[in-house]
């Protein structure tokens, strides 16, 4: 019965994201096609895809206002809607830090999605001049689907879906970083050296390191929760177990965010231990996972055991024998360490909907 009320509540958050969306998202696309029309007729009546004043720099603008807003707001609903016995164990300043970590996480690929969007419209569409008033009804339409894309998201926000947005979040920035490297050369050097310069390129790739470690230390919370769910033994046990866990994820959250607050030009020695601190807590959690998750696959284990020898070859191919450079090996380490986190959180999350679904 337990985890049948457990399905009802998933079920009754689906149908309230749904009905806040359609509530509130048609509306306030009209509300912003209105609010835009007045803003660009002071400009032109006929506006252009890109440039300012645009239609792009003005879904822009709404994706990353309305985004911000919308998840905060959906996300405290869908925490409201909650079973007390499922709710996350938070405190205000915690719940406070969660979200807005995940607000602006969020927020930064939206406004991504839409740059891409906006780009995609204009070359399909090139040298295309709107009027004024259909420039604000694809403005509006643009607003009404981002609305009812993060509100039905941040709702029924489960560690899936923040998983999901790490992994754009993470790829996404440090790819974007690399592509637009001041430096075109910057692999000769080292892969830290991409958060070296002045750049928005470097920016860029130190503040995806810098949120990418507080999401993941956001996702410790949800990741608590399913433990909760997954392990088993006595009382005491488990708890040790699950503190454990979120102790070292914690601790790997914490590296991740050192080795962009602390570029490697300005800090090296506090960038580098972070860097290592970081390879440490993922070898740590993968040596003790057998104890700290008796139910884990054996082909789950296999793989990390495969992926540490790989991680630890690497790293004597790099050192003592210098057949690596540094850059290729921090991209290795980065790539494994990224991947298992991401395997990981996915493996748990299933195990945890099979528990549920054989509670059932």
């Not at 985890?3 to 009802?8: D, G, P, T, V």
């Not at 191919?317 to 090996?329: D, G, I, K, M, R």
Request: net charge positive; proline share 3%.
């Amino acid at each position: 019965m337990k985890q049948l009320s457990s399905a009802q509540n998933q079920s009754a958050r689906n149908t309230l994201s749904e009905n806040l969306a359609l509530s509130f998202a048609l509306p306030a696309g009209f509300l912003t096609a209105t609010i835009w029309w007045f803003i660009l007729h002071q400009f032109h009546s006929n506006i252009p895809i890109v440039g300012w004043p645009s239609v792009g720099g003005a879904v822009l603008i709404n994706a990353g206002i309305i985004t911000f807003f919308g998840f905060l707001f959906g996300y405290l609903r869908g925490l409201k809607a909650q079973q007390p016995d499922q709710k996350l164990q938070l405190s205000k300043p915690k719940l406070v830090f969660d979200a807005l970590t995940l607000a602006i996480a969020y927020t930064i690929i939206m406004v991504v999605v839409s740059a891409v969007a906006i780009f995609g419209l204009s070359e399909a569409f090139k040298g295309l001049i709107l009027p004024l008033t259909s420039a604000a009804l694809v403005i509006g339409i643009f607003a009404t689907v981002t609305l009812y894309a993060i509100i039905t998201t941040s709702v029924h926000l489960q560690s899936r879906d923040i998983v999901n947005a790490l992994t754009i979040f993470i790829a996404g920035g440090v790819l974007i970083s690399m592509i637009t490297a001041q430096n075109p050369l910057w692999w000769e050097i080292n892969f830290s050296s991409l958060g070296t310069t002045t750049s928005l390129s470097s920016a860029t790739f130190n503040i995806t390191l810098i949120l990418s470690g507080l999401l993941l230390l956001s996702l410790t919370d949800y990741l608590l929760n399913d433990l909760g769910i997954i392990v088993k033994g006595e009382k005491q046990t488990a708890h040790t177990r699950t503190t454990i866990i979120r102790g070292l994820f914690i601790f790997i959250s914490l590296s991740l965010a050192g080795v962009g607050l602390f570029p490697w030009n300005r800090y090296p020695f506090l960038h580098t231990t972070s860097a290592y601190l970081l390879i440490v807590g993922f070898t740590a959690i993968i040596i003790g996972l057998r104890w700290l998750l008796p139910t884990i696959g054996k082909s789950f284990l296999a793989n990390s055991y495969m992926i540490l020898i790989i991680l630890l070859t690497c790293f004597v191919l790099w050192q003592p024998v210098h057949y690596f450079s540094q850059t290729a090996f921090e991209l290795i380490a980065f790539s494994l360490t990224f991947v298992w986190l991401v395997l990981f959180l996915r493996t748990v999350t299933l195990m945890r909907d099979q528990v549920l679904a054989n509670r059932a």
